[in-house]
C-alpha cells in the first residue's frame, strides 16, 4: 500500500462531467489499495471569472482582499470532487488550505508554503477516507487567506507529498508527459521516460511549461517523486507518464540530452566600445537591476584595445524600458560607443545531464547549426545546458535540426554520442 | 459616534455596479462618523449556480461537502466590498465566518450560533476600519465551515449586532419596510414606520417575508434594534424605512391592527365521527407527527352524541402524505367515519399587538367577511393575531376587505377602534 498525492488541474476538473471522470481515476487507485490524497485547482475559467468581477470594481485591487476572492475557486473544486467521490460509495473529505493548515509567509499573490499541519489528514487516512485539499491556497500567522499565485497547485501538491512523506506526487494534467521538444514544432518529439530534477528545472524555465519551477524546486528539495500523467486517458489507462527523478541512477534513458527547450520572449541589447575596468558590468546592469528587469543571459566579449562589447538579453516587454534606462543612466556615465538593440531573436536550449560528463556537445551543437547556415549571435553555457541566441525566423527550423542531430526521436537504448 | 451594523442581500450585491452603491452607502455612514459593520450575502443567482453544480454530481450531496461550496458565495462578496470600499479612500478589511471566528454547532446548512468573537474586530474598528463580514456561515467547534441555512445572513447581522452591542442593525433589502399588507394585493397597503418583534414574527411566519423569522428571534432575544431599509434608495436618502421595536411603548403609532398576513400554502383535513375521548387529538396527530409532518391550525369541535369533527392545516406540498397516514394509520385505530380533505384554501390573519387590550376584534373580522359572503371555514386565535381559514378564491378580497375595515390605509394619530 503506497501513500499517493494527486494533482489535478483547472481543465482537468472543468465541469461535473470532468469531475465524475477525475473521481473515477482516484476511487481506480484507491481500489488498488493505496491511500490518496488529491489536490485541486479551480474549474478552468473560474480564477479568472473572480479576478475580472475585483478588477471591474478597482484596477489594482488590494492583494489580501484578492486572495479572499480568488481562493474560493479551489474551495469550489474540494467540495465537489468530495461529492463526486462520496457518490462512488467513498469516504471522502475536503480541507482548504487554512483547514489542513498549510502556514505560508503573507505575501499576498505570492505566498510561500513554512510549514504543513499533517494530523488531520493522517488522522482521515487512516479511516480509510480520501483526503481532497485545495491547491494554491494557505493563511498566514494571523489566519489571512493567502494564495501561492498562478499554479500553485503544484506546488500545493508536492509540498503535501514531503509532509506526508508521501510514494509519489503525481500531477495530472493536459499533457501526458515531458517531450524532447514542443511536438508542434517537431511531429517526432519524443515522451520522456524519465527527466530529472535539474533538467526539468532548465526546461521549465527556458518555456516547456509542464510544470510550474517552484513547484519542481520544491520537489528536488525534499526529494519527492513526481510524475507527470494526463488526466485525459482513459481511467484506466496503465500509461506512467514522464517520471521527474532526483537521483541520476535513475535516469535509466542515461540519454546525454534529454530535450530542447526554446522561447522568442527575450530581446537582445549590445552595448559597443566599453573601456574595459574593474567594475564596468555593475556600472551596466546596475541601473538596469535598480528598474526591476530581469536580465537572462550576459556575455561580456575579450578585450580589443581596451575596449569590450557587452551584451545581454531581458524579457521582450522590458526591452523599450532597457534601452530607455541604458541611454540615460548608462552610457552618459560609462562612455559607450553605442548601445544597439534587437527584439527579433530567439533563444534555443540543449539540456541534459549527460553533458556534465560528456565533451563535444556544444561543438557538434555549433556544427549542426552551421550546416543550416544558421547564424550564433551569442552563447551561453552551464553543466547541463548549452544556449544560442539566433534570429527568430529560424527558431523551429533550429529546434528541428537539433532534435535530429541528438537523435531525440529514438529511445536511447545505451550511451549513443559518436563524436 | 453610533457603531451600526448594515446587511445587504443578494440583490443589493448583484453586480459590480450595485456593489459600488453599497460602498457609497456604507461611506455615507461612515463620513457621519458611525463604525460600521457590513454583513453581505452572495451576489444574487451564485449560491443556486454552486448548489447546481453540487447537484450535478449528486442529488443529495453531503451537507458538510454543500457548505465547503456555499459559503464561497458570501467570500466572494465580502472581498469585492472590501476593494470597493477601498476604491473610495476607505480602510476596509474581510472576514469570512471561520476569521471572525462565528462559532456554529455542526448542523450542516442549518447551523445555529453559538458565540462569537469580537476581538478582531473591534480592534478593527478602533483602528477607524470599515469590516466587512461573510453572512451565513460560520465554523464549528472542529473547524468545519458550516452555513446558517438560506436567508442566515440576515441572522449573522443580527447575532453581530448583538455581540458588538450595536446601537442599530440595518438589514437593506429590496423593499423598503414592512408593509400592512402585500401591496400586489392591496394598492392602498401603507408602509409600517414601526412594528413591534411580536408582529413581526407572526407577519414572517405568515408570509411577509421580508426578514427571515430566525433573525427576528435573535434579535428580540437580544434586543437589537432591527431596521428594515431599501438599498436601492439614492445613496444620501433620508428614508428610515421600518424599525422594529423590542419595547411597546416605541411603537409611537398605537395601532391596534399592524397588519394582514395571508398564505395559500396550506392544506385542510377534517376526520369526522371521531369518539370524543381522552388521548384523542394524540391518537390521531401522533402518526402525522411521526412522519415528520408539520401542523398548523388544529381545531377541534364541540362533541356532539359522543362524536367530534376534528381538523387541522399542513403544507400544501404534505397533503397527500397527511391524507395517507391518516388512512392507513390513524383511521383503523380510531375508528372515524370520514376523512375529508381540501387543498384549495388560505389563510388569512390579523396581527397587532394592540389586540391584547382591545375586545372586539375578531367581530369586527368575522363582520367584515360576512358581509363580503365570505365563508370562514377555521378560526384560530392567539394573543397578537387572528386568523381565518377561508376558500382559496376568495382570498385577495378578504385581505382587501380587511385592510379597509381596519383602515390600516391610515396613518394611525390615535386609538382608533370603534367597536
Known sequence: MSLIVQK??????????????????????????????????????????????????????????LDVIASTGEQVSIGL?????????????SY???????????????????????ANIRKDLAEGCIVVVAGFQGVDEQGNITTLGRGGSDTTGVALAAALKADECQIYTDVDGVYTTDPRVEPDARRLKTVTFEEMLEMASLGSK?????????????????RVLSSFTPVDS??????????????????????????????????????????IAFSILGPVADANIDVDVIIQNASVEGLTDFSFTVHRNEFKR????????????????????????????????????????????????????????????????????????????????????????KEPVQETLKP
Not at 82 to 89: D, E, H, K, V
Open 8 to 65: 489535478y488541474g483547472g481543465t482537468s476538473m472543468g465541469s461535473p462531467e470532468r469531475i465524475r471522470e477525475v473521481a473515477k481515476r482516484v476511487a481506480r487507485f484507491h481500489g488498488e489499495g493505496h491511500q490518496l490524497v488529491v489536490v485541486v485547482s479551480a474549474m478552468s475559467g473560474e480564477t479568472n471569472r473572480l479576478l475580472g468581477l475585483a478588477k471591474a470594481l478597482n484596477a489594482e485591487p488590494d492583494p489580501r482582499e
Open 81 to 93: 470532487l468530495a461529492i463526486a467521490l462520496q457518490s462512488l460509495g467513498l469516504k471522502a473529505k
Open 96 to 118: 482548504t488550505g487554512a483547514q489542513v493548515r498549510i502556514l505560508t509567509d503573507d505575501a499576498y499573490s505570492k505566498a510561500r508554503i513554512l510549514a504543513i499541519d499533517d
Open 210 to 226: 509542464v510544470l510550474q519551477i517552484r513547484s519542481v524546486e520544491f520537489a528536488g528539495k525534499y526529494k519527492v517523486k513526481l
Open 238 to 279: 496503465t500509461d506512467e507518464g514522464t517520471l521527474i527523478t532526483f537521483e541520476e541512477d535513475e535516469n535509466m534513458e542515461q540519454a546525454i540530452i534529454s530535450g530542447i527547450a526554446f522561447n522568442r520572449d527575450e530581446a537582445k541589447i549590445t552595448i559597443t566600445g566599453v573601456p574595459d575596468k574593474p567594475g
Open 322 to 409: 532597457t534601452m530607455e534606462v541604458l541611454e540615460t543612466k548608462v552610457k552618459p556615465v560609462i562612455g559607450a560607443k553605442a548601445i544597439v538593440g534587437d527584439d527579433k531573436i530567439a533563444k534555443v536550449s540543449l539540456v541534459g545531464i549527460g553533458m556534465r560528463t560528456h565533451a563535444g556537445i556544444a561543438s557538434k551543437m555549433f556544427g549542426a547549426l552551421a550546416q543550416e547556415r544558421i547564424n550564433i549571435q551569442m552563447i551561453s553555457t552551464s553543466e547541463i545546458k548549452t544556449s544560442v541566441v539566433i534570429d527568430e525566423k529560424y527558431m523551429e527550423l533550429a529546434v528541428r535540426v537539433l532534435h535530429r542531430a541528438f537523435e531525440l526521436d
